[in-house]
């Protein structure tokens, strides 16, 4: 049984820099296979929105409202997966969940995996940030 657990979040001020993380067990992340990691954030009142994701072989790709801030990496050694979030703003404050789709032809686009609403999720972690 594949599952995702995150963890990281937390209340920060504005311009501040969070690590989250995403532990993922019965699923071993290798660069053979097939997968797409993407975070997504729930903003109060918007629309659920992939924000990062990363594909098995470490193309990267984000959502232009979080370009250049944060950072998805990958640890294959840990079965892991973070994202750096750094110079924060209060539209940032939301609910992050971290995503596992299991694919060997998956398509990254704009931060989001094909089919992620498909796949394998966290419970989510908060992150909140004041001015």
């Known amino acids: 049984q594949v599952q995702l657990v995150e963890s990281g979040g937390d209340s920060v001020q504005a311009g501040g820099s969070l690590n989250l993380s995403c532990t993922v067990s019965?699923?071993?992340?290798?660069?053979?296979?097939?997968?797409?990691l993407n975070w997504f954030r729930q903003r109060p009142g918007i629309e659920r929105e992939g924000i990062a994701g990363?594909?098995?072989?470490?193309?990267?790709s984000y959502a232009d409202s979080v370009k250049g801030r944060f950072t998805i990496s990958e640890d294959k050694v840990k079965n892991t997966f973070h994202l750096q979030l750094n110079n924060l703003k209060p539209t940032d404050t939301g609910m992050f969940y971290c995503?596992?789709?299991?694919?060997?032809?998956?398509?990254?686009?704009?931060?989001?995996?094909?089919?992620?609403?498909?796949?394998?999720w966290g419970q989510g972690t908060q992150v909140t940030v004041s001015s």
């Open positions: 990363i594909v098995a072989d470490g193309r990267a």
């Open positions: 019965g699923f071993t992340l290798d660069p053979r296979g097939g997968y797409c």
């Open positions: 995503v596992l789709v299991e694919s060997s032809d998956v398509r990254l686009i704009r931060g989001t995996c094909d089919d992620a609403e498909l796949g394998h």
